[in-house]
């Protein structure tokens, strides 16, 4: 690919967190998003699907998800993991105080440990109504809470690049992420039960390799008149170019409880695309990766967390995911340097050691399956330290 970096790029950062609405007494999960929005409307009018409450002069928006026991914040971008993380604790106040408004809670976990999708319905909007048609059960069981994070990567064609070569950051964002040991009443095995629940729709999972734009747009184009999809957001990859904003969307991570460690995920991300852009000035070519060995290491990351071992290609060897974070830290450090965010990276190293949210999960778990509300209780209050 020919693609030169045009510069600026301004490199901007933004997140969206999936929120679980509960119960403060039962800790199950709760259909009340319309509740929440009803609460948090301006004029007392629901605006039009996705529904979502009116922006302020502070960025504040609450969207609606595929069922209504969750709802999403989104961030304006930001030139800063500094200004993002006051935007992201800003933006959980305002929900805190929302939710108690209305007799509710909310957490974050990339899933609820013994709520059960099928008691749960959907919510009931015109695309989201069409989807269930179309994917029936794939969609009602989808009851699944993620962290995506957006960086800003104006020309397309270099976001294409980007979206190529970071695909291997993929399972070690995942494996610090992970958040979800526990399913339906069940301890999993897994650190993200996500896995189970999130990804049984068609055009999910890692994306292919693309030699250009043009082979991008016309599998787009075939498959939009085809009536596959209605436009590239129906693309729900783990990592893609967004179709309306000009950004990199990094979409694997669980939603992640600790403040902290969603900008440290961020700082990984920008600093990530940070390097790969240089590299690119230096007229540098990513090594290419098998999307069969990023498979794996997305597999491993779900199955064993900070534990997991992954295959590293430089090396061609298994290694344990502390040495590759700590590599991967030492390479970003210049340009987190630039960035503003070395505190960051040490944070990202410090999750390795500590575990993710998942490890925190089970670490204060007494083995009883009947009584999960301590787990529920447990992330709440990750998700409430501010």
């Known amino acids: 690919m020919s693609d030169r970096l045009p510069l600026p ?13 509960l119960c403060p007494k039962s800790w199950k999960l709760l259909p009340e998003f319309a509740a929440l929005h009803a609460e948090n409307s301006v004029d007392g009018k629901d605006s039009c699907c996705p529904i979502r409450a009116r922006r302020d002069t502070v960025g504040w928006e609450i969207k ?37 408004r209305v007799g509710l809670r909310v957490g974050l ?40 994070i957006h960086v800003g990567v104006p020309d397309r064609g270099v976001a294409l690049r980007v979206m190529n070569d970071a695909r291997v950051l993929l399972p070690i964002l995942y494996a610090l992420s992970c958040s979800s040991p526990f399913l339906e009443g069940r301890e999993t095995g897994l650190m993200s039960s996500r896995l189970l629940r999130a990804f049984g729709f068609p055009r999910t999972g890692i994306p292919d390799t693309f030699h250009d734009l043009d082979e991008l747009d016309r599998l787009i184009e075939t498959m939009r008149q085809a009536g596959v999809i209605a436009d590239a957001g129906q693309l729900w990859w783990d990592l893609r170019i967004h179709h309306r ?115 925190r999960q089970l670490a204060g778990w007494h083995g009883d399956v009947q009584n999960l509300k301590p787990i529920v209780r447990h992330y709440v209050a990750e998700t409430e330290a501010l």
């Open 245 to 359: 904003y000009p950004t990199v969307e990094f979409r694997l991570c669980d939603a992640v409880p600790r403040i902290q460690d969603v900008a440290s995920l961020a700082a990984l991300v920008q600093a990530f695309v940070a390097d790969l852009l240089e590299s690119y000035q230096r007229g540098c070519e990513a090594l290419p990766t098998s999307r069969l060995l990023i498979c794996e290491n997305r597999w491993r990351a779900a199955r064993f967390g900070t534990k997991a071992e992954l295959f590293d290609v430089p090396t061609g060897q298994i290694l344990p995911l502390d040495s590759l974070v700590d590599r991967l830290c030492d390479r970003l450090t210049p340009q987190a340097g630039r960035l503003g965010s070395i505190d960051h990276l040490v944070q990202a190293r410090r999750m390795v050691l500590e575990g993710s949210a998942a490890q």
């Open 64 to 100: 609606s998800e595929l069922h209504q026991s969750c709802c999403e914040v989104v961030t304006r971008p930001h030139r800063t993991v500094a200004q993002l993380l006051d935007e992201v604790r800003s933006n959980r106040q305002r929900l805190f105080s929302l939710a108690r």
């Open 109 to 148: 976990s990339g899933t609820h440990p013994f709520s059960r999708w099928s008691d749960l319905p959907i919510t009931r909007e015109p695309r989201r109504l069409r989807s269930e048609h179309w994917f029936q059960e794939a969609h009602r069981q989808c009851l699944a809470f993620a962290l995506h």
């Open 9 to 21: 790029v301004a490199l901007t950062l933004g997140v969206e967190e999936e929120f679980q609405i």
